[in-house]
């Protein structure tokens, strides 16, 4: 019998196949040529019309089969109905390995299912291979991201949660001839005991929108103040960069808290990262020290974040900020 | 209302040593509330402020010692606490402690009508033992809570904060609710509060308490399982310190792709 790993293909709420899912499906693909060239296959619950939309998409990220589940209840997230869905699906089709995005979505839904299938569950790896036995070897931090564990399940699925951004998409496209595979599930006795009332979407410009930046400019404690901080958002601007905070200046009220990088806050892969009076405390860099490049600009030599920054400046970002800002580049307006 | 508060002690995750052979020094680790925990604590109590009747339960399930961090949340409030303490628990994966922590409380308190945990513990920061405990008693969850803003007719109405916005959500109770806040002035102990703490019991109850088979509990009971543990590499740069901003500048326009 061929070897299935599901992945799970969250929707995200304006309906679209959240990049997750393309991220997980090519490492997928890796863990698959290990595995007896298992299936990587596809579980998506959605409103009716979504599983043909987006064929195309799964045909292209090398998706075996979609197990597509349709109904006009599943139009909004809910964990009762889904977790029941997702569960009933995996029974049937017995994947080796279960994969599913550590969003907000993924974090609610995963352990309703490991727990339902009475099966283990990875949170937040950021490594997944297959070892000699044939195992599913998850590696993911722990203790704030000083000690990293790689862990192994001793039940079906061997399930595992994966964050954004921590593995690439395919660069070029891996071409399936994707089948889609329809299947019923029973929701009438599952009560609905949690009810959306409302839903305010974040306002978002580019200034906050950290997750696609491909330049963020950070500021911690170091900046002292909203002086600081404005000083700090004007060079952003001026290199249409996105900006990001250390939980020390979310606490002092200099930032909110969706700007927050690090183990409480969002995890960020810029292409270049400047960090602005921080430290570089392990819970801050374990958020952003994927970054392709990483410039520091630090007054005590002797700060941590000096250990991971490809370029730094020793110096006080009061004085080096309005120097920056005079210099003329590319996006300069 | 019955309200139980699952509350877990984690080592101080700042504050790491290191052995010889790179292993976590455990000996002489500070235990301090997992920080999440503290903000399931507030919530609880500010329900306690803001209606009548309400009664709370600290649960955790951990080491004896746990119990004086059970006293200090008895101090700044909470009715009373419960300690699940056995060695046949040590060692569970967060399907074991979901599953011995929700058949404690089926099984000891009598009636609950909500439970809340804190989003996530910093030690392992899986933020999955919630979901865990509500699976295995069947009832709904509601994770992301920010704030709980309501609560009658046997519901609340709680605030969700999520990575695309914020959603007012209400549940029917009994349900189980994860917390996430923000920053907010933590409640202190004030003397009768200590008074109180030291005259209560704390509940202990071990693996034959509960209604639980040995399979299912601790290593045994756990399907997931550490084959390795080892330090992260640490990032092999040297970083090159700039003169002055002409060169920092400089460096910014070829890192961030800003040359003209
Ligand atoms: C469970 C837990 C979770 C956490 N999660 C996060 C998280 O998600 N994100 C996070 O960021 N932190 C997190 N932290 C906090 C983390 O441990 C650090 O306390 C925090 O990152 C420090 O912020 P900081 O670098 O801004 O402040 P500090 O550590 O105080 O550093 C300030 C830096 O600014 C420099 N400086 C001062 N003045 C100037 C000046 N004029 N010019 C230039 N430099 C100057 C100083 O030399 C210093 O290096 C967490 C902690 C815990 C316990
Ligand atoms: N041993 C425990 N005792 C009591 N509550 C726990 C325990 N482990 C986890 N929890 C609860 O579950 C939440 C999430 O923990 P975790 O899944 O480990 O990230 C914590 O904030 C606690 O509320």
């Given at each position: 019998?061929?070897?299935?790993?599901?992945?799970?293909?969250?929707?995200?709420?304006?309906?679209?196949?959240?990049?997750?899912?393309?991220?997980?499906?090519?490492?997928?693909?890796?863990?698959?040529?290990?595995?007896?060239?298992?299936?990587?296959?596809?579980?998506?619950?959605?409103?009716?019309?979504?599983?043909?939309?987006?064929?195309?998409?799964?045909?292209?990220?090398?998706?075996?089969?979609?197990?597509?589940?349709?109904?006009?209840?599943?139009?909004?997230?809910?964990?009762?109905?889904?977790?029941?869905?997702?569960?009933d699906v995996i029974k049937e089709v017995k994947p080796e390995i279960l994969l599913i995005g550590a969003t907000n979505q993924g974090r609610d839904l995963a352990p309703r299912i490991s727990t339902a299938l009475h099966t283990g569950l990875t949170a937040d790896c950021t490594g997944l291979d297959i070892n000699e036995k044939g195992q599913l070897a998850a590696t993911r931090p722990t203790f704030g991201g000083q000690l990293m564990a790689t862990?192994?399940?001793?039940?079906?699925?061997?399930?595992?949660?994966?964050?954004?951004?921590?593995?690439?998409?395919?660069?070029?496209?891996?071409?399936?001839?994707?089948?889609?595979?329809?299947?019923?599930?029973?929701?009438?006795?599952?009560?609905?005991?949690?009810?959306?009332?409302?839903?305010?979407?974040?306002?978002?410009?580019?200034?906050?929108?950290?997750?696609?930046?491909?330049?963020?400019?950070?500021?911690?404690?170091?900046?002292?103040?909203?002086?600081g901080f404005a000083l700090l958002k004007e060079f952003a601007k001026k290199i249409g960069a996105a900006v990001g905070a250390s939980r020390v200046a979310v606490e002092m009220g200099l930032a909110s808290h969706e700007m927050q990088i690090g183990q409480t806050g969002k995890t960020v892969t810029p292409k270049l990262y400047i960090a602005c009076g921080i430290s570089g405390a392990i819970q801050h860099t374990i958020g952003m020290d994927k970054?392709?490049?990483?410039?520091?600009?630090?007054?005590?030599?002797?700060?941590?974040?000096?250990?991971?920054?490809?370029?730094?400046?020793?110096?006080?970002?009061?004085?080096?900020?309005?120097?920056?800002?005079?210099?003329?580049?590319?996006?300069?307006? | 209302?019955?309200?139980?508060?699952?509350?877990?002690?984690?080592?101080?995750?700042?504050?790491?040593?290191?052995?010889?052979?790179?292993?976590?020094?455990?000996?002489?680790?500070?235990?301090?509330?997992?920080?999440?925990?503290?903000?399931?604590?507030?919530?609880?109590?500010?329900?306690?402020?803001?209606?009548?009747?309400?009664?709370?339960?600290?649960?955790?399930?951990?080491?004896?010692?746990?119990?004086?961090?059970?006293?200090?949340?008895?101090?700044?409030?909470?009715?009373?606490?419960?300690?699940?303490?056995?060695?046949?628990?040590?060692?569970?994966?967060?399907?074991?402690?979901?599953?011995?922590?929700?058949?404690?409380?089926?099984?000891?308190?009598?009636?609950?009508?909500?439970?809340?945990?804190?989003?996530?513990?910093?030690?392992?920061?899986?933020?999955?033992?919630?979901?865990?405990?509500?699976?295995?008693?069947?009832?709904?969850?509601?994770?992301?809570?920010?704030?709980?803003?309501?609560?009658?007719?046997?519901?609340?109405?709680?605030?969700?904060?999520?990575?695309?916005?914020?959603?007012?959500?209400?549940?029917?109770?009994?349900?189980?609710?994860?917390?996430?806040?923000?920053?907010?002035?933590?409640?202190?102990?004030?003397?009768?509060?200590?008074?109180?703490?030291?005259?209560?019991?704390?509940?202990?109850?071990?693996?034959?308490?509960?209604?639980?088979?040995?399979?299912?509990?601790?290593?045994?009971?756990?399907?997931?399982?550490?084959?390795?543990?080892?330090?992260?590499?640490?990032?092999?740069?040297?970083?090159?310190?700039?003169?002055?901003?002409?060169?920092?500048?400089?460096?910014?326009?070829?890192?961030?792709?800003?040359?003209?």
């Amino acid at each position: 019998m061929t070897k299935e790993i599901l992945i799970f293909a969250e929707v995200t709420r304006d309906n679209y196949i959240h990049t997750v899912f393309f991220e997980l499906a090519n490492k997928a693909q890796e863990l698959a040529n290990k595995l007896e060239n298992a299936e990587v296959n596809a579980l998506l619950i959605s409103k009716p019309g979504l599983a043909e939309e987006y064929k195309e998409a799964f045909i292209n990220s090398g998706i075996n089969k979609i197990y597509s589940i349709e109904d006009l209840r599943f139009e909004t997230y809910c964990t009762d109905y889904f977790a029941k869905a997702a569960i009933d699906v995996i029974k049937e089709v017995k994947p080796e390995i279960l994969l599913i995005g550590a969003t907000n979505q993924g974090r609610d839904l995963a352990p309703r299912i490991s727990t339902a299938l009475h099966t283990g569950l990875t949170a937040d790896c950021t490594g997944l291979d297959i070892n000699e036995k044939g195992q599913l070897a998850a590696t993911r931090p722990t203790f704030g991201g000083q000690l990293m564990a790689t862990i192994l399940c001793k039940n079906m699925p061997q399930m595992a949660s994966v964050r954004p951004k921590v593995f690439k998409p395919a660069e070029k496209d891996i071409i399936k001839p994707t089948e889609i595979i329809y299947k019923k599930v029973d929701l009438e006795n599952i009560p609905r005991c949690v009810e959306l009332l409302e839903f305010q979407k974040k306002l978002t410009n580019s200034i906050n929108e950290l997750d696609s930046a491909e330049i963020i400019v950070a500021g911690g404690r170091g900046l002292k103040n909203t002086e600081g901080f404005a000083l700090l958002k004007e060079f952003a601007k001026k290199i249409g960069a996105a900006v990001g905070a250390s939980r020390v200046a979310v606490e002092m009220g200099l930032a909110s808290h969706e700007m927050q990088i690090g183990q409480t806050g969002k995890t960020v892969t810029p292409k270049l990262y400047i960090a602005c009076g921080i430290s570089g405390a392990i819970q801050h860099t374990i958020g952003m020290d994927k970054a392709e490049k990483i410039i520091a600009i630090n007054n005590d030599p002797n700060a941590p974040i000096f250990e991971i920054a490809d370029y730094g400046m020793v110096g006080d970002a009061f004085e080096i900020l309005p120097e920056l800002i005079k210099y003329s580049f590319k996006t300069d307006m | 209302m019955k309200i139980v508060l699952c509350v877990k002690q984690v080592p101080d995750t700042s504050d790491i040593k290191w052995t010889e052979n790179n292993t976590i020094q455990r000996e002489g680790l500070e235990s301090i509330i997992n920080p999440y925990d503290v903000y399931a604590i507030e919530a609880a109590l500010k329900l306690k402020r803001s209606y009548n009747d309400i009664e709370i339960t600290a649960l955790t399930m951990g080491p004896f010692q746990a119990v004086d961090m059970l006293k200090k949340i008895i101090a700044i409030g909470v009715d009373n606490a419960i300690l699940l303490s056995d060695k046949k628990f040590a060692a569970a994966d967060t399907y074991a402690t979901g599953k011995t922590i929700g058949t404690a409380i089926r099984e000891q308190v009598s009636n609950f009508d909500l439970i809340i945990c804190g989003q996530f513990a910093i030690d392992g920061d899986t933020a999955q033992t919630g979901p865990s405990i509500a699976n295995t008693l069947n009832l709904p969850q509601v994770t992301y809570v920010q704030e709980i803003l309501n609560y009658e007719n046997n519901t609340i109405t709680v605030k969700r904060e999520l990575d695309d916005g914020t959603e007012i959500v209400k549940v029917t109770l009994p349900a189980l609710i994860c917390v996430l806040k923000d920053y907010f002035e933590p409640t202190r102990a004030k003397i009768n509060g200590i008074i109180k703490a030291q005259n209560t019991e704390i509940r202990t109850l071990g693996f034959d308490d509960l209604t639980l088979n040995a399979e299912d509990v601790g290593l045994k009971g756990s399907p997931t399982y550490v084959s390795k543990a080892f330090r992260p590499a640490p990032k092999e740069v040297e970083c090159k310190l700039c003169e002055n901003c002409q060169e920092l500048a400089e460096k910014i326009k070829i890192c961030g792709g800003l040359n003209d």
